[in-house]
């Protein structure tokens, strides 16, 4: 069956590192890969996407890789603030869109 | 401001009781969609609407049904057969159901919780 794995314990990073999130898929052939940002009590928000053909895409202190080999994306938050914390959720999505969302990893940055 | 409103933000039900749950959007999307969020689960698609007057069903959509009448509004109803309905519900969109690469847009959410 389809799989998507977040690590769902929590990451805590010290303030100023960069704090890597992982997702990993299996029996998946997505188009492409987003990530959402969600806040205690609040709907997910959109950050990125990355597709299939792409390595890598940037966002301001944001930086997503995509391996359709290894099966995996990572997100990289570049020199982390305490606004960072929150739950980063990854979501894939064959065609035609029925996204598929895995179940956050919580970062938490320590001032 | 453009974007998806959810009401109540906190919602109570009795037993055998079936409540709605409203999702209203001013982005003049086509594409809406119901999720069920339980702690330690991913979003859960419940029921989703490619366009007005059409719906299908996701992947847990026993105990709920759904309307789309308008493009504007897809409220969701749990029904008294839905017998564990205690989550939070998240109503989002999306420009069209097309294309590949669509991002979704959240409402703020409604917890449901039973009496």
């Known amino acids: 069956s389809q799989k998507i794995e977040q690590n769902s314990e929590a990451l805590n990073i010290q303030e100023g590192k960069t704090a890597t999130l992982t997702c990993n898929y299996t029996?998946?052939?997505?188009?492409?890969l987003q990530w959402y940002r969600q806040d205690p009590g609040r709907g997910p928000v959109f950050l990125l996407l990355?597709?299939?053909?792409?390595k890598e895409k940037r966002k301001e202190r944001l930086k997503v890789t995509f391996d359709t080999t290894l099966k995996q994306s990572l997100f990289h938050i570049t020199a982390s603030q305490p606004a960072d914390s929150a739950t980063y959720l990854c979501?894939?999505?064959?065609?035609?869109?029925?996204?598929?969302f895995g179940i956050g990893t919580k970062l938490q940055v320590i001032p | 401001d453009g974007g998806i409103t959810q009401s109540p933000k906190y919602l109570f039900r009795k037993e055998g009781q079936n409540v709605t749950l409203s999702c209203e959007q001013n982005?003049?999307?086509?594409?809406m969609y119901w999720y069920r969020q339980d702690p330690g689960q991913g979003l859960r698609l419940i029921y989703y609407?490619?366009?007005?007057?059409?719906?299908q069903k996701g992947d847990i959509a026993e105990g709920y049904s759904v309307s789309r009448e308008k493009k504007e509004s897809f409220p969701l109803t749990v029904t008294s057969a839905q017998k564990n309905p205690t989550a939070f519900y998240l109503c989002?969109?999306?420009?069209?159901?097309?294309?590949?690469?669509?991002?979704?847009?959240f409402g703020s959410g409604t917890q449901l919780s039973v009496l």
């Open positions: 989002a969109s999306s420009i069209s159901w097309s294309t590949t690469n669509e991002k979704l847009f």
């Open positions: 979501a894939l999505a064959p065609p035609p869109q029925k996204v598929t």
């Open positions: 990355i597709r299939e053909n792409e």
């Open positions: 029996n998946y052939s997505p188009a492409y």
């Open positions: 609407s490619q366009i007005v007057n059409d719906f």
């Open positions: 982005l003049n999307h086509d594409a």
